[in-house]
């Protein structure tokens, strides 16, 4: 789901129409401006999904309740994926910041990973969060090149070891961070989340998302209310304080499980059972052989 994303949307596209044609695309454009879908492919899927405003669904004789802007799309999505499993052996979601990447294994080939046979009924990829560590990669992205030529650094997530990969039916939560159904981490597929692989990047969108919370209220309760000079500096400091290591990514045991975290609902935890709440990260490598990809 997009809304006048111009810098990832044409990296996203470029990138998985390597691995799935433009008919098996479904782009949710959340009302972008008339510029911006002139990005979009006429031969991709792209459902005008309405702005939401925070208030009350329902109907007659039911009982109200209150939808944010976050569960209202993940509830959508949900359901879009659902149905689209009467069509599909699987369904992929993945915002427009996000590259599933298998490891070397499968030639880092999406589209060979999936038809591996591996993937369950719900299917979690290991979060990678590319980050842009201003002391030692000051220059801004270069967007005819790959960033991951650019970036070499990364920090495993929790957050980001999202169960986006579905061969049934299953409710997401929230940010798509978790679901109604057990699911499995699969170590040989990562989600790059590419959000902060360009810090000047990152700001314009806060900035755009903020005035979003302004205007309409949309991304109540979550970092869309912050300014982007807080989320900024609260990034930068987390940054300052943390190690950079020799390893790669790839050889490290994160020690993630995925847990019930109340009834029904799962989601990747840290090894504590707990949600990682980050002060600093522990900053890898990126292997070369990423390089080319993204």
Request: glycine share 8%.
């Amino acid at each position: 789901m997009v809304k006048d994303e111009f810098h990832f949307l044409p990296i996203w596209l470029k990138y998985y129409r390597r691995h799935f044609a433009d008919a098996d695309i479904f782009l949710l454009d959340n009302k972008s401006g008339p510029e911006f879908r002139e990005l979009i492919p006429s031969s991709v899927n792209r459902i005008t999904v309405p702005d939401h405003l925070s208030g009350t669904v329902g109907g007659p004789k039911t009982v109200y309740r209150r939808v944010s802007f976050d569960s209202a799309r993940a509830s959508f999505v949900s359901h879009l994926g659902n149905g689209l499993l009467n069509y599909y052996k699987g369904v992929i979601y993945v915002d427009v910041d996000e590259f599933l990447i298998p490891s070397a294994e499968f030639g880092h080939c999406l589209s060979r990973f999936l038809a591996s046979g591996k993937i369950g009924q719900v299917t979690a990829a290991l979060g990678v969060n590319v980050t842009q560590l201003p002391a030692l990669e000051p220059a801004a992205l270069d967007p005819a090149r790959p960033i991951l030529e650019q970036r070499a650094f990364c920090y495993l997530s929790d957050r980001y070891s999202k169960p986006l990969v579905r061969t049934g039916p299953a409710m997401w939560g929230t940010g798509f961070h978790g679901c109604n159904k057990p699911f499995t981490i699969d170590d040989d597929l990562f989600l790059f989340h590419m959000r902060d692989s360009d810090l000047d990047t990152r700001r314009n969108s806060h900035v755009m998302r903020h005035k979003e919370f302004q205007d309409h209220g949309k991304g109540a309760g979550a970092t869309w209310q912050k300014d982007a000079s807080w989320v900024l500096d609260t990034h930068l400091g987390r940054l300052e304080r943390s190690r950079v290591s020799q390893a790669t990514f790839d050889t490290v045991d994160h020690g993630y499980r995925v847990r019930e975290v109340r009834e029904g609902f799962h989601r990747v935890l840290c090894a504590d059972g707990t949600l990682s709440r980050q002060s600093q990260f522990d900053i890898y490598r990126i292997p070369p052989s990423f390089a080319s990809l993204v």
